[in-house]
């Protein structure tokens, strides 16, 4: 009879627990919320009650809009910086690099007010141009998350290839395009799932830099939370773990296709 | 020539536009006016204000408790679980990879709604510990995904000598495995700090509405209410230096070990 043995395998026990109270449950529980009602009823009510809304479509609208803004945005201006970055001709320091990722170390919502107090000092008041506040608020907090998942693909990419294209006779355009872009692919879509999503979920950013006067989904979301509307809150959060959903799918199918480049050559 | 003086602007300018809000925020704290861009005469009376401020000292040390308590807490648990689950079989290390994920990949105002959501169908009061709950949530992920590699990269014999030579498995985790992984541990423990200290949404939707950490005392004080107030500049300052000096030392720290380890070479 051998004792019960103690087995590294068990280690996870808490982990899992853990993540089953605390990550599983409360998913499962939004979409229970989601379709029933303040009774408990099963209701299709807050579903119907969303979509026949032109308010709340419109702010669904208004968000996916900034969210891909920002992020083409934050692509423009973060791609060429990861790219002198990565370049040794250009920089050999380590320090230009981390300080492109310090302003993350500070808390978020000191900076986000002092963007809004530098702006507000310079003319451009979130009153008179929430959109404009907005978008510079986004992309100088979404700026270092772009940059940092560029910069750590371009440091890998093999530079042989970008030679061999113009060996090969490419001009720099066409490197460019047909080397240099589809070799950062993974870098642009690691950053864009990085920016696009928090973009419509945010809610300071929109709040504190347009002063109350653009709603996001994140926005909607606070609301519902303040006046404790569970199950209206649920449905819209039930409608962004979708999108989640598909963007992850879609964003795999992409890296598949990567891989299967890579495994041909 | 030309193109090497272009980058440096490029880059140039770019800093300039991540740190303009704190730079001007540190400059006009050493000024008593009530806005930035007014200046009247050099003072420290906003540092005196900050430190006086029983407020702001008490969002500090409750920012700094939650952050230190839930990363251990986080580090403990993450660490086991990481271990665990890579001695796990094949099944359950595919899906706690996957349910590890969720965290991650989900947008933090629908994981943050899920937790009040939890907290509200058991019925508890929010205190300390739904806020604690609410950081694990956040950073454990992270402190998952930085063991992982580390026990990836780790000799799978020296575990089997330790057992060979006699060692209990109690022991050979203890003196074996762990020693293997703790950079993997650290870097965790260090993410997760500051995961926590950054955070404001989970923060916000799992606490108690009377304790303020740095994040939503800084957001009641400024968001639709014009400018940060004073003392805030001067805190904002302090913050900035601080986290400069810890970000040199760490740089420089890290050089030392590489210039050690390449003389070892």
């Known amino acids: ?265 | 020539m030309v193109k090497k003086i272009l980058a440096k602007a490029y880059i140039s300018i770019m800093l300039l536009f991540m740190y303009a809000p704190l730079i001007v925020l540190a400059i006009f704290s050493f000024t008593n006016t009530q806005n930035i861009g007014t200046w009247n005469g050099f003072s420290f009376e906003l540092y005196h204000l900050m430190f006086k401020n029983k407020d702001i000292m008490e969002s500090l040390y409750n920012t700094l408790m939650v952050a230190i308590v839930s990363s251990v807490v986080s580090t403990i648990l993450g660490t086991l679980g990481a271990i665990g689950i890579f001695y796990s079989g094949r099944k359950v290390k595919k899906s706690m990879e996957a349910i590890s994920q969720i965290p991650v990949l989900n947008a933090e105002i629908v994981t943050a709604l899920s937790l009040t959501i939890l907290f509200v169908f058991v019925g508890v009061e929010f205190n300390f510990i739904t806020l604690l709950i609410g950081h694990v949530v956040l950073t454990i992920p992270f402190v998952v995904l930085s063991v992982t590699p580390k026990l990836k990269q780790m000799d799978p014999s020296i575990y089997e000598a330790a057992l060979d030579l006699g060692a209990t498995p109690n022991t050979a985790l203890w003196k074996v495995i762990v020693p293997e992984i703790i950079p993997g541990v650290f870097s965790g423990f260090i993410l997760a700090i500051t995961l926590s200290l950054d955070d404001y949404i989970i923060t916000a939707f799992t606490r108690n509405n009377s304790f303020q950490t740095l994040s939503t005392y800084v957001y009641g004080a400024t968001a639709r209410k014009g400018a940060l107030p004073p003392a805030l500049r001067a805190l904002s300052t302090i913050i900035f230096v601080v986290i400069l000096i810890v970000l040199i030392i760490v740089n420089a720290r890290t050089k030392n070990n590489n210039g050690i380890r390449k003389e070892q070479i």
Request: one cysteine or more; hydrophobic letters at 50%; charged letters at 10%.
């Open chain 1, 1 to 265: 009879m051998s004792r019960i043995r103690f087995s590294r395998k068990q280690l996870t026990l808490p982990y899992a627990l853990f993540l089953l109270f605390f990550v599983v449950f409360p998913l499962l529980l939004i979409v229970y919320y989601a379709f029933t009602d303040n009774n408990g009823k099963l209701t299709l009510n807050n579903f119907v009650s969303f979509f026949s809304d032109n308010t709340k479509l419109s702010v669904l609208l208004i968000s996916a809009l900034i969210g891909f803004g920002n992020t083409a945005l934050c692509l423009l201006f973060g791609y060429p910086v990861a790219m002198i970055l990565s370049n040794k001709q250009y920089n050999n320091s380590k320090v230009i690099v981390m300080l492109f990722a310090m302003p993350m170390w500070i808390n978020f919502v000191l900076r986000i007010a002092a963007t809004r107090d530098l702006l507000y000092w310079i003319g451009i008041n979130g009153g008179e141009y929430p959109y404009l506040a907005t978008m510079i608020g986004m992309v100088y907090n979404y700026l270092p998350f772009t940059i940092l998942p560029l910069y750590t693909t371009m440091l890998k990419m093999d530079k042989s290839l970008i030679e061999a294209s113009y060996d090969l006779g490419a001009n720099k355009r066409q490197t460019f395009v047909k080397t240099i872009i589809p070799m950062t692919m993974p870098g642009v879509i690691s950053a864009a799932t990085m920016v696009f999503m928090p973009t419509m979920s945010s809610f300071v950013i929109s709040d504190v830099m347009g002063e109350n006067k653009i709603q996001l989904i994140g926005n909607t979301i606070q609301l519902n939370f303040d006046q404790g509307q569970w199950h209206s809150g649920s449905l819209i959060a039930l409608i962004m773990l979708i999108i989640i959903g598909v963007t992850m799918l879609l964003t795999k199918n992409v890296q598949s296709q990567e891989d299967i480049r890579g495994s041909l050559w």
